[in-house]
């Protein structure tokens, strides 16, 4: 395969995560709604071009009350930093399906440089013809990097929600005519 252009098809595809709550469990969520433009040779993702774009506003951890805290100022903040941004710079093979995938993250305001592993995961035509293929990534954010501190302090010691957040994200996506 060649460079080509792929749409993200959405109702496919997923971006997830966890993160400790009163360490001892872990809280999910999910982003509904995000975009993606993604150049590449699904077989040699090292010259793909990949950018992302998460709507903040769409974060779901099952959970009313603290989807709109997390909407806040306490947290994103979405009034003034609406979306997650990321920005591939750089990626290496680090085995036949596997990537290391290095590019700028902006959230909150803050802009840093994450690694992500990225599997390919395989290529097919779906029943009209189209070709589709799949990838996998997983990472980890620490909140803090991104001046998203609100917290509070626990009575048994520790604080009530993890600094580190794991990021999975699940791709299928159509080769652009």
């Known amino acids: 395969m060649s460079n080509s252009k792929w749409a993200v098809d959405v109702a496919h595809s997923s971006i997830d995560f966890t993160i400790k709550h009163m360490m001892i469990a872990k809280v999910k969520g999910s982003f509904h ?49 609406p979306t997650l ?12 399906d596997e990537y290391d995938v290095t590019g700028a993250v902006t959230l909150h305001g803050v802009t840093r440089f994450e690694t992500f592993r990225a599997s390919f995961e395989g290529a097919g035509k779906d029943p009209w013809g189209n070709t589709k293929v799949g990838f996998s990534a997983t990472g980890a954010l620490k909140r803090s990097d991104y001046g998203l501190t609100y917290n509070a302090v626990l009575e048994t010691g520790g604080v009530l929600i993890g600094d580190e957040v794991k990021v999975f994200i699940e791709i299928e996506a159509a080769e652009q005519a």
Request: without cysteine.
């Open 85 to 96: 941004n990321f920005e591939s710079s750089q990626i290496i093979k680090v085995s036949d």
């Open 33 to 81: 709604t995000f975009e993606a433009q993604i150049v590449a040779d699904p077989e040699d993702l090292t010259t793909a071009k990949i950018n992302f774009n998460v709507d903040l506003g769409s974060v779901d951890t099952r959970n009313n009350d603290r989807d709109n805290h997390l909407r806040s100022a306490d947290f994103f903040d979405i009034a003034n930093n």
